[in-house]
């Protein structure tokens, strides 16, 4: 089983920055890959980046490139989401993502954190 809370969300004014936070708790399962979603309202849920656990590899959509970054820290279970030069359009609900492996079964599985608000003001 994988928990994910979330943390770090708020109003913020275009240009701006902010930094999301996720803590992942874990029993009996392997967090290979970690990620960032959001989904503003009357959108589906979009992919923002993501993280292996394994060798730090990043993938970040275009929309965010070059002002966001993700990154972890596999002692602590965290991921971290920094976002700089935010714009009205950053404006979601972020989710943070997990996908594991179930170590007695060796099943795959996803776990979702409960979102956090994302406001970003012109």
């Known amino acids: 089983q994988v928990t994910l809370v979330e943390s770090g969300g708020g109003l913020v004014q275009a240009g701006g920055s902010l930094r999301l936070s996720c803590a992942a708790s874990s029993s009996r399962a392997h967090i290979h890959t970690m990620a960032w979603y959001r989904q503003a309202p009357g959108k589906q849920r979009e992919l923002v980046a993501t993280?292996?656990?394994?060798?730090?590899?990043?993938n970040y959509a275009d929309s965010v490139r070059g002002r966001f970054t993700i990154s972890r820290d596999n002692s602590r279970n965290t991921v971290d989401l920094q976002m700089s030069n935010l714009k009205p359009e950053d404006t979601a609900v972020y989710f943070c993502?997990?996908?594991?492996?179930?170590?007695?079964?060796?099943?795959?599985?996803?776990?979702w954190g409960q979102g956090t608000q994302v406001t970003v003001s012109s």
């Open positions: 993502n997990a996908d594991f492996v179930n170590l007695p079964t060796a099943r795959t599985s996803s776990a």
């Open positions: 993280i292996t656990t394994s060798n730090g590899r990043t």
